[in-house]
């Protein structure tokens, strides 16, 4: 193709893209469906890799993706509206299942009575009703907040305006979901790419007699926050739904048992292609809702409930190339360019190869024909290769001996526990030497769970990195915005949108910092455990190489490989600047005790096998007092709880430095 021949291509997939934005964006109404336009983006990218010059300011490299909305008030949930764990196979059900009788010290074969309800692919909300009366509807939002669109939630026919029945509580958040049935998404498909989408554009229209228009439907599924819970059984609770007056999905059923679980998932996998909507997985959730208070929820999800996601749907594709990504912890992940294909609605054009080890045990090579596999959400992965349509002149994947970044050695770390290597390789760097675990560190700090920057997504990081606008996190909250808006692609509105998006995340809470510096082995439960450790960021400042490292093996859930982690992060003095340059521009907010704070400022201990419950479940309930507990006997310790055959030696020590000595009774009288 001659050069000018290029240039008009490239013109018209630009012209053509714009349209599509301007139908998305501005109109809620797409016109075409998200591979098209995905592929369409990527045949613009492709062009815009070999001719540079081309570059237009219209292009998606430039596209910030959603702005943050304007159009609703921000409402905070009085109860958080979490996500879900996923599970994908019997192995996988079994495991959670072990996990459960493992937090309630049950017997690990123990079966347990579940509430099962198919998990439809729409739209979350809540809603609250006072003395009968709705008062308003949120989006699910990030979970600790949405969006206030009470009056388009008002259209919908399922949802009721009162409620009269005199058993209905007085406070109440009922939760559900929003979606539009298969066949009345024949007649809007015009104006919208697939189901899902139609309902989110249709609740977050400005107009609520536009929202009207749509035939939106809603099934009530549980509760969020309720005044005075009666209720004993989620399955009892979905029968008061249907008294009140909400939908409930007839498909919805109590089961126990392994084999009885896997059986009824066959069947609804073959059944939903009947469903006038569209479905998913299975939620499953423990019945007793007592159950469900002891086992409680991980930072982002309950424990007491799982989606066992549909089978993986797959596909064939050739590897057009093998490329190494570099991660913020230095990890290298190979990663498959495969020529794009259709998965279950979804085009696919990267594959995961996990690690070295993956690649020589499948013998993966440049243009070879494979099986891809997609599970719900998980990254594409290369299941096996067709050795019989193997090109000839195939060569075998040589990994790589120094960083593709930085020119770094590479290595394996050697497991203490496993004595073996890991199959992982990765940049002795490390940090912020180099230049790719630099943007990824960035990427991590800008992430849901971390700062949450609307309108600072990953293509923009890169961007701005490109352009030398950030080299560091802090540098976020320095952007010249003038610059910015002047940029292709850019403008005023767009530049002034993410100005308040940066200036709102300057508020955060020690914890999510904390997360948000990408300290190997620190997730967000690790984090939680260390901020109520620190407490301040005055503390977590004058953490260097003179600190007494020793001081976090005292916190439980904080072993010696975090402590290790934690050693090196603060070895270095630029993460130590990264913190010091932080404290200067950002507002800690103080985390809310939990109700009750009987245990306030309290420390305890356990030793030995309680009865009838499980170190993680009294853990729970002492953090939920705000109690903290501690790994070791010393003279910060209040408490020790002692079970049968406890470790004489913390007996011995805690008597004497007068530690308090409970027994497990005495200890559930402490707490009612």
Known sequence: MSDN?????????????????????????????????????KEIIEIEKKNPHLIDKNSPLFQVGFKPSKNFKKFKHREKMLSLSNIFSK????????????????????????????????????????????????????GSE????????????????????????????????????????????????????????????????????????????????ISKNKFKKQSEFLLSLKNWGFKTNKFNKVISGINELVDNHLYMEKKRFELNYDVDGLVYKINQIKLQN???????????????????????????????????????????KIKPVNIGGVLVSNASLHNEDEINRKDIRIGDHVKIERAGDVIPHVISVDLSKRPNNTKKFIFPNNCPSCGSKILKEYNQLTKKYDAVRRCSSEGYECDKISIEKIKHFISKDAFNID?????????????????????????????????????????????????????????????????????????????????TIDNLCKIDTSYNFLNFT?????????????????????????????????????????????LSNKTFLITGKLSGISRAEAKSIIENYSGKILSSVNNKLNYLIIGEKPTQKKVVKAKELNVIILKQNEFLKMIN
């Open 146 to 225: 949405g969006e206030l669109i009470t009056e388009n939630l008002k259209t919908i026919s399922d949802i009721p305006r009162q409620i009269l029945n005199k058993d209905f509580p007085k406070d109440i958040d009922i939760r559900g979901e929003v979606f539009i049935e298969n066949d009345e998404f024949e007649r809007l498909k015009g104006n919208f790419a697939n189901p899902r989408n139609a309902a989110s554009g249709s609740l977050r229209q400005k107009d609520p007699n536009q929202t009207k228009k749509i035939p939106l439907r809603f099934i009530a599924y549980s509760y969020g926050f």
């Open 455 to 535: 309108g600072l997504g990953k293509k923009v990081v890169e961007k701005f990195w490109e352009l030398k606008l950030i080299r560091y996190p802090q540098d976020i909250f320095h952007l010249n915005f003038n610059k910015i808006s002047s940029l292709d692609g850019w403008g005023k509105l767009s530049s002034s949108n993410l100005k308040f998006s940066i200036e709102n995340a300057k508020s955060i809470t020690l914890d999510k910092l904390i997360f948000s510096l990408g300290i190997r082995h620190i997730g967000q439960e690790n984090a939680k455990l260390l901020s109520d450790n620190i407490k």
């Open 554 to 598: 005292n916190i439980d859930g904080i072993g010696e490989t975090q402590v290790k982690s934690l050693k090196k992060f603060f070895s270095k003095d630029i993460n130590i600047k990264i913190i010091k340059e932080l404290k200067k521009i950002l507002r800690i907010k103080k985390i809310e005790n939990k109700v009750g704070g009987k």
């Open 294 to 336: 002891r086992l409680g929820n991980i930072s982002n999800a309950p424990r007491w409930a799982t989606a066992h996601k549909f089978s993986a749907k797959s596909s064939f594709s050739i590897i057009e190339n093998i490329e190494i990504q570099i991660g913020r912890t230095g990890a290298l992940t190979p990663v498959a």
């Open 5 to 41: 021949s290029i240039k008009i291509s490239y013109k018209s997939k630009i012209k053509e893209l714009i349209k599509h934005n301007k139908f998305y964006y501005e109109k809620s109404s797409p016109k075409i469906n998200d591979d098209d336009y995905d592929r369409l983006k």
């Open 91 to 142: 192995d996988d059900l079994i495991n959670f299942q072990k996990k459960l009788n493992n937090f309630l010290d049950l017997s690990s074969d123990k079966n347990f009575e579940f509430s099962v309800e198919p998990k439809i692919d729409g739209i979350s909300a809540s809603l609250t009703y006072k003395n009968g009366i709705l008062k308003y509807g949120l989006s699910r939002g990030d």
